[in-house]
């Protein structure tokens, strides 16, 4: 089978010429004889590997010298506790904004360890919007938000105020997909699996001052950020493959402009669905103008009847697969449609959507 345009939320695509760089070296890399799944951590070869995937996260990122860049595991959920055993032990507390399925398992597990005041929410309208003028003041460690939301669509466009406290923000679905201002964050998180790499590793890059070795009483040392920062990622065996693709990845990313040519990428194929679901009278997009995701558009039909708006979607969806055009259901806890537009999609396969959303608009607008 040919290869389908693919808007998966995650894991998602890749670009082609990094899984084609992989296939290449499976079976020797770098004239090691060896593929990277084969060798150890502590070889020259793949220290070479990770030296280097660092560095580059750190140009790319513009990561300031007073941050330490990790690579870990247990996907961006772990970071959802780690971040409280590690930040959460002078006032045991914390301050969270509620926008969406991953903010609110993120404040879930946080409860678990610390208060959590959650001190804005877009609960009120279906999470269809980040809260405006957030400011966050008080006694807390840290104040942590969702900067892109996966599942609903919206996104910060703005960084809140939070008068000295750590900002921590999970950038899982738009890592390197627009420049971010890295020295305005505490503690940034990231889950690979869409614009980084296979899922398997979790990038955290987190200010020096904020690594202690008194996290809260009897924290796991595989949850404690300083096990991690002292060994240079290399506690335990850390994971190697997934490591090497962000390698490919970030390489193919710094070909392609970096973080500033990634932006302009990702406008040209959200300005294009967007503009079409404004216009639209048959579809409309979810969030509000204003906070929506670059990466991941939800998208709805004015159809009001549930029954015949299920139908409608799955008609659509099931259309679209006939077309190579694969993964558009939305998430199981909203429904609807989704497309994902992380970084490795091309224009065209956007072009190729929007073109399939007017057939089908028109074919149905009939009936
Ligand atoms: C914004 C966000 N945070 C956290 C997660 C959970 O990530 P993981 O599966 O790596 O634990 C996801 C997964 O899709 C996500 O999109």
Redesign the pocket.
Known sequence: MARVVNFA??PSCLPEEVLKQAAKEMLDCNGSGMGVNEMSHRSSTFQKIFDETEALVRELMNVPDNYKVLFLQ?????Q?AMIPLNLGIKYNKAAYVDTGT?ST??IKEAKRFITVDTIASSADKGYSYIPKNVVFQGDYDYAHI?L????KGSHWEYIPETNGIPLVA?I??CILSEPLDVSKFGVLYA?A??NLAP?GV?LVIIREDLITDKPLDKTPLMLTYKTHSDKGSMFNTPPCWNIYMMNLNLKWIKKLGGAEGMAKRNHEKADLLYNYLDKSDYYYATVEKGSRSLMNVPFLTYEKDEEKAKKINKLFVLGAEKEDMYNLAGHRSVGGMRASIYNAMDIKGVQKLVKYMEKFAQENLRK
């Open positions: 939320a995650g247990g996907g961006a959920s772990t959802f991953w398992k993120a969702t892109n939301n996966t599942i999970d899982s679905s889950g699996q869409k899922a979790t």
